[in-house]
């Protein structure tokens, strides 16, 4: 997908929520945030109670003022549908759409979310208030996007639930006899005879059905797009030239395909939040904006082309795939029982961050620090302390940066490494017991991500139906669940000539969370020249030494050859002499398997040889630990980021013209947090 | 209020359940209890299914051998009425009086305190169970005091309390508008449209309403209020000259806010049970003491003169506030996982601590241990072992003791060091996600308690609505919540010469749990000359060096100076140089602001150091560190308490008549775990 | 009990679900089977739903074929019934047979065990499906026996369990003052005025009454009894000489009296899994195996004698109390967040270990490792990896190794050291508020068995009811509720010349969980001549010296003397100088209290030196630490069991004929992780 005509080309702002300030406020806020140099806000988020008061009497006046104010003040507006929280009469009315839990409690209003997504009377209320909207707004000159709903991600448990998790099972698999044997339903006596007995799944006795559950995970990320779908049509229908989207959230408790839905937006937006202070919080920002560019991709691969009447939207090709970042945290870091505040100069940092893979702009939650409700202490770039406060005049000089970083807009990042993203094998780890409860494929896929990002490559995510022949090295961590056809592409993916690693506890199940018998990983024995008959599963503490001088944590397994050769051995103890590391020639290329976890250094020194044995180049080797290096670029130009996040001055030998000053560089001398963004020469 | 007549000046005794044990046994007991000196004893607690074993259908005759056995004894009996534990025949007939928990579980009979308290059935059938007995042992002469339910504290969130919690609210906002702002409504889409829509808190998707949630703890507070009012003024109209009570339990749990609920009794009674095995369970005996006194003292201020027909009640001018320690345990200190038997002498120390502070006495729970049912290892005056029992014979020699103290009962504490202790903040700061879980309410204020404890300062607790003027210093901790007319008070208080010391996360928030915007302390910057721009909760493990050579931790602030001048800075770091105390004279006292939790040592060296600049003076700076020393005078006389909880011998050169010898001394010479009650010359 | 005559000598096999597999590989399973060795499977534990796909309409072509294929391949069958999973069906048609949690929570399908043991509806479909697999398969001839259900376990709260509680009740103490005063109704006001009134252990407000929950929990375990009975009864009738049984499962969760059962069974057969990675797996294993022994002992005396009209079962006198490891994990030990891969070997001794300990073989969940459902990471004897793996070659090599051990069935474990095991104790004690919350029944026990079997004696356990005179030592762990009837049991065993070591936290209750006042330990005060004060539960980090150089741990007490002479003490503290072990002679033997917890190795030698002046001898003092000896004897011949646990080789001076290798030899040579069966000379 390509960026929106009607959009700035680097956005700035967040969600704005006047609804919570009395009026006289609104004209300080627009005076503000002109002061900021932001041109985008988000409007009308949970706003329904306020628009609606009452089933079908609408209040749009003070909207309509906002609206005015904002446009006079020549900020574009991001307009929210507000259906992620019903207003309480809904509750009441419809006591059928509150949620209810896998334990059966139906949850009551008094948060947000507190909707069953399938329930009729909610899908109904849902279309309502956003035709109200469109027909209200669809000539307002400040309406820029339409923001469909907020972070979809809510699970029911309900009837509602059960009778469209039926529907979409038969729509699945046709007849019971396949659902039976995808769900192994000999297995603890869950063979069904009758499509009605199938429940979604909720609290039972003992251990519930993987299988059953992973296609819960898709039924609900279905639904939910279904839900948005609706929404966007009929928005698309009332204003043909206005693109349409929703911010994803990203988590594990999230029920939503990423990719797969990046084919129905007019542009990815995703909402991010690190979760660790430390240096974590820069390698969750990168790993983040690279899965926010790969999903716009592949969702630019995937969509269904020239959909709107218009033409407007889709059709520009520079820039890369459209993607944006609609929420982050200007001054806090939440980890778990502490609200981090972020070091002078961070928010920058993760903006550009960001704005370096590809993101069209930094945008936040929120604009102004909320006095009541249950965020008070969520962060803002008009905090508590108001404007004449640190925080504001760092959102002032943000957004005089990104106002002169607008060129780089046109740039794309370009990666010559792949690591595979694959949410069904993260929700079937999920809902398997698995050998080992510090298996997560979260922790493996970043660990890969940030071994890679450590050696100073670029990286994209691939998903099953994404083009791999453009890559001279894929990696795949954890990739538990292989379909047949996936396995035949990565097959064909080496014999062409392309590099694989695959590691530990890949290719152990096919799509239905079935394992492959026969030695694991069953779908790519043959393409590794191995098969491995047994884990070895470690305690935390356990480190196994390697021939090569690094150790293997978390992992092991019992690794037979069939036709690789061993790399790296284990040394000592049950597996001593046996392989680690593998390497197998399949065709043109070469497959590598890796059966122990490594620490961060080894994984980063492994990544770097074998990245650079299939011709992938660092982005910047001259930038020293510590210093982030991206670069975006068009055929022509090419611009080079330059974060750095330590607490020292640090200069890195790159020539070109520095964005921020203007002036031409050969050396780049970046205080300590401070960074740069260069024209290369 | 004043001590009742009808009661013994130190009362010493405890529960007594002669429900549990055959007739036989009764005059064992009341012979025991005799040797034991006691002369007081709490009867039928939990008697209901006893008492009224069908409904309508009493049994009364064993209460009343009961009653006469103990009289015959010489013993006083407190009556209680039994409403704390409906019988089963109750739970059965009106299920809709089983309480639901937020999740929706109906909770079933098997405990204790299964009812909801807004269930007409249970209200009427607590009026009628109550009223039988007043009926009954009206003109008993054992009857000295009647003990409302116990331990009020259950919550339910079924459809009466619905009903009971908007009316509730109706009364306190009048119209929906003014709760919609009170409540922010605003905030995700809970702006309500009428009132049939608001419910109790129930579990909900994500974070509850903070400001809902406090509203719900204080409507929860004045319902058990109005639940014993009704027992209390049908109970005074059948016995106007018998004082009514009801025995406080105390926990960041309970819905009630004893300094309010302390006008309507004719004595505060807590119940204590620290919960460390160290010498925190002396310092918290002590802060639990404090605490009864101050709510008594509020009571006294804040209750309706004059309510009783006879005027028996509240008369009596000496002795200070009226309240007692209703219960607490011998022989045990019960911490997570493990019950601690106390020391040898430990018992008698904590019940001193009490009495030093203004105790009518020590009562206990319980009596006689029980063999069956779910306390069978709490502990008891008479142990499971029987008299012949080291625990039996330090019962004996307490009563003995408190038997030569009977004179102290005249004499009252004197603070001139306030502390604040607000129901509301903490109330507010658990309904909350704070900036840090570390945060904690009754940490913050136990600290400054501690800190003046170890200072030998004796502290009172004021509550909103407090007289100020009397104290030379007064500490907020983590006062949170502040209104205007609070706030107002507490700077008139500053202007007339007051000394103040504010700590961090106060005045935050008004009164409605709402952020005061501006930069913080919202309601108290200008009388502090600071406005705090940003918090820095800290790692628990992070220690920062301040200016004076200590370090502060768990949190810290950017503090930005508008007329106070720096005591004490950060030192390195984010903050270094910036001020971590301020100083800012106000009118004619001083107002101190601490942006960062300092260890124990230098927060006390720093609260003496203010104490005595305010001019207030320790209790007793002869005695060595471990002794503790607490004075309760008249205008004519005054009493010591010295309590030596170490296990070495001490020695404190004070003069006076040992009360427990008869003999003067120039100098206490206590034993280890020893203590001593001087007259002072 | 006897061994069954239709049952191998020593059977080897494990659960094999057929129906999860295509019918293609049912020839390739018995194939594999007879090339391991394989004798008996047990078939269709989890089958209802395939059995039985809809109400009333079998489908048995499947069972039949695969019945004959075994019975062609020379494996015979223990037949299952599927009840522990009824189909989705069932649970569609009667929702009010699916369990309800003590919260309230129906369950839903989708996991095992979902149902109501108490529901009619249950109780029908299970006797009719148990009926029609008898009916078609009462003549086939693998059918070797037939397996009831599997690990009955599953409590329900639901309105179907409370009438049957009633029920229970009524039977068990005939009125209700009789319950009210057994439950001590009077506390907390529970007293039941009708029997209407009684409910299951639900949710509620606080403490549960723990005598109510130890009488549900004898309730659900005859419940289950007389579930099981129902179903033997019918198998028994249509099969008089095929012998039935059920699986037990362990652990503290479940709600089964196995002792009681035993009376019950044709044979005793438990599930084991050892949920420790190191040494504690082998000691865990031996105690599962002592009791399983001791259960069948006890259910061959107080079961019924000549039930069966052929007298085919329970006659055979040879090789000791029937019992059978059913099920346990070929190469996985399951500890909190990893599954373990048993080391080379370790199977092959964790199945000597029971077999040593009289078990008649060794099974195991599963043969084939299954693809789907929420095992597939359970271990099989057939692994994923297929039979080209070393699991499945340990495998045939422990089926051969079995064979050459036939002849050992004929004898039997005899000890002269006797632990006490009783559940009602344990039971008592999960629903008690203990004095410590590290006081653990199963721990207390184990701790007197490992360090007997370190000691090197083998040990029966002893249950109320068994015949005590037998014995030279009886150890008594935390036997916490002791019946007058079972504590004069205990006396006369020591009156006429037993042994006796009694552990604290005995003898303190009676068989209604009601303390026994007076002094602990109540019932046994007299025979051990002591008296106990207080308790004095200790931090887990505390180390209290004692007078022979050893410490004590978790516990102490304040011990009296009564007749008793102490012989060890505690050193410093409050306890200086205080009795720790005291020794009573009583009649012609001799009564032991130990009043704190001993480490390992002290306790090790302490039992060491109480048996050996008992005058029992320990099963090989040749033997080195770390290896393992069990003698099987009958009256002419005995088999030494030596197991080497620890990974170097090591050498056993005993002589006789080593059954593996038919040599006689006189030093018997382990090799690292080796084991040997001799015939001793």
Known sequence: MRWPKGLPGLCYGGDYNPEQWPAEVWPTDVELMRRARVNLVTVGVFAW?????????????????????????????????????????????????????????RLSHGSRDTYCASAPAYRTAAREIAAALADRYRDHPALALWHVHNEYGSTCHCEHVAVAFRSWLRARYGDLDRLNEAWTGSFWSQHYSGWEQIRPPRATRYLGNPSQLLDFRRFVSDELLEAYVEQRDLLRAATPDVPVTTNY?????????????????????????????????????????DLARSWARHGQRTGRAGRTASGATNRDTSGGPAWLLMESAPNLILTPGRM??????????????????????????QWRASRGGAEV?????????GPDSRAFREAVSLGALLDRLSEVDAGTVRASVAVAWDVSSWWAMQATVLPSAQLDYLAEVSAAHRALGRAGHPVDFVTDGDDLFGYALLVLPALYLVSDRYASRIRDYVAAGGHLLVSYFSGIADEHARVRVGGYPGALRDLLGIRVEEFHPLDPATRLPLS????????????????ATPSVSYLGGLLDGQPALTRHGYGDGVAWYLSTRLDDDPYRDLLARLAETAGAAPTCPAAPAGVEAVRRSTAETSWLFLLNH???????????????????????????????????D
Chains 1, 2, 3 share one sequence.
């Open 548 to 563: 090569d001088g690094s150790t293997g944590r978390l992992w092991a397994e019992t690794v037979r050859l069939t036709g």
């Open 377 to 385: 202490f969520h962060s803002a770039l008009l905090p508590h302390a």
């Open 340 to 365: 981090h505040a972020k070091e002078p100069g961070r928010m920058t940092r993760h903006s550009l961050a960001h704005v370096a893979r590809g993101s069209r702009g930094a945008m936040f939650f």
């Open 49 to 105: 109670s306020r628009l609606e008061p009452q089933p079908g009497r609408y209040d749009f006046d003070w909207l309509d003022r906002v609206l005015d104010l904002l446009h006079d003040g020549g900020i574009r507006v991001a307009l929210a549908t507000p259906t992620a929280s019903p207003p309480p009469w809904f509750s009441l009315r419809h006591p059928d759409a509150l949620p209810v839990t896998a334990d059966g409690v």
């Open 249 to 289: 959230v990203l988590g594990g408790w999230v029920p939503v395909d990423h990719a797969r839905w990046s084919a129905e937006v007019d542009l990815v937006a995703i909402d991010h939040y690190p979760a660790e202070a430390g240096p974590g919080a820069e390698e969750q920002t990168g790993f983040a904006a």
């Open 646 to 680: 330590t607490d020292s001055p640090q200069a890195v030998p790159v020539s070109g013209v520095d964005l921020l000053t203007g002036a031409h560089v050969d050396i780049v001398r970046l205080p300590a947090g401070g960074c740069a963004v260069l024209r290369e």
